[in-house]
């Protein structure tokens, strides 16, 4: 695969990744609640859906940074320290959207 190739990929993989943590955040249906239907019920559930679309989010992140593939224009900078932070907590939770919702 060459490198456009293989850069186009992974920025398909990252937003997809993105946008399933992001759904998770704010507790939207995702293809994880497909997977375990009788799992909704349960509140741990929730967290438990967020926690693997963070590790989605951080392997895809560092796979592209061992390729030396751009996946930081993708968020904003407390996004990005996040992600480096790897540590998904209330924090994260509570400020993934803040610098999204100021420039609105």
Not at 29 to 36: G, P, S
Not at 59 to 66: N, P, V
Request: glycine share 0%; charged share 30%; with cysteine.
């Amino acid at each position: 695969m060459d490198q456009q190739k293989l850069a186009t990929y992974f920025e398909e993989k990252i937003n997809a990744a993105k946008i399933q943590f992001e759904r998770t955040v704010e507790c939207k249906h995702t293809e994880f609640d497909d997977l375990y239907p009788y799992m909704n019920e349960q509140p741990t559930f929730f967290w438990y859906k967020r926690y693997v679309a963070w590790q989605e989010l951080l392997t895809i992140t560092k796979l592209a940074s061992e390729l030396e593939l751009e996946w930081r224009s993708f968020f904003t900078k407390n996004q990005i320290l996040f992600i480096d932070n790897k540590v998904l907590d209330a924090k994260v939770l509570d400020h993934w959207f803040e610098e999204c919702r100021q420039e609105s």
